[in-house]
């Protein structure tokens, strides 16, 4: 079974702040990550992938990969209110049929002004 | 580009009506496709996905069906709806980078 775990939240930040989501996945074939935002009622949305170990940073987001933890996170820097989203972790599995991603089920994110 | 498109974008349907859902991919050949639902306060669940034309593989026994009648379309489909139908339909490729998956617009069905 490959499970892919995120809390549920919400988490609640202050505009400005940084926000820190976490995902844990079980199966250490694991290769590839990835971090979407969904807002409420729209599709997710792909902001962040990494595969390496250590820091990978775009902007205001800062997605952390360790490997031997099976760890993965995103940082969001001066937090927004426009970033109040759910935030989805997935990721690739080493041999997945036909490409599948394993998804968690999500970190709701709140900022407040 | 490539660009997604799923319609209808919302839909209400009775129970044991038919469904029919579509989806299209411009601005790239032979993508993998696959069939998500998210259900009201639920992950996303991979039902279908689609290595080329009448090419469907299914994660999950229930009553609904994929067919990939195209190279770049992808329909789900029902005979007859279950009022658990009921979600938020989203469809998404499959990228060349590191496996990403793009996901269209969606659509929402409630089965009333």
């Known amino acids: 079974q490959k499970e892919v775990e995120q809390n549920s939240g919400p988490l609640s930040v202050p505009e400005g702040a940084i926000a820190s989501l976490n995902c844990t996945y079980s199966?250490?074939?694991?290769?590839?990550f990835f971090w979407y935002r969904q807002y409420s009622g729209k599709s997710p949305e792909l902001i962040m992938f990494?595969?390496?170990?250590g820091d990978k940073e775009d902007g205001r987001f800062t997605a952390q990969l360790n490997k031997a933890s099976q760890y993965v996170s995103l940082l969001i820097r001066d937090s927004q209110p426009s970033d109040s989203a759910t935030y989805l972790c997935?990721?690739?599995?080493?041999?997945?049929?036909?490409?599948?991603?394993?998804f968690g089920r999500g970190t709701q994110l709140t900022v407040w002004p | 580009s490539q660009t997604i498109h799923q319609w209808p974008a919302t839909l209400v349907q009775p129970v044991g009506s038919p469904l029919s859902l579509e989806c299209t991919v411009e601005?790239?050949?032979?993508?993998?496709l696959y069939w998500y639902r998210q259900a009201a306060g639920r992950g996303l669940q991979l039902l279908f996905y689609?290595?080329?034309?009448?090419?469907i593989s299914s994660e999950v026994p229930q009553n609904l069906s994929a067919s990939r009648p195209q190279d770049r379309q992808f329909i789900l489909s029902s005979k007859k709806l279950l009022l658990s139908d009921s979600g938020f339909y989203l469809c998404?490729?499959?990228?060349?980078?590191?496996?990403?998956?793009?996901f269209g617009p969606g659509t929402r069905l409630t089965v009333t």
């Open positions: 998404a490729w499959r990228g060349y980078q590191l496996g990403e998956q793009y």
């Open positions: 199966d250490r074939g694991s290769q590839s």
């Open positions: 990494i595969y390496s170990n």
């Open positions: 997935a990721v690739n599995v080493r041999g997945s049929t036909l490409g599948r991603l394993y």
């Open positions: 601005g790239t050949s032979n993508p993998n």
């Open positions: 689609s290595v080329g034309i009448g090419q």
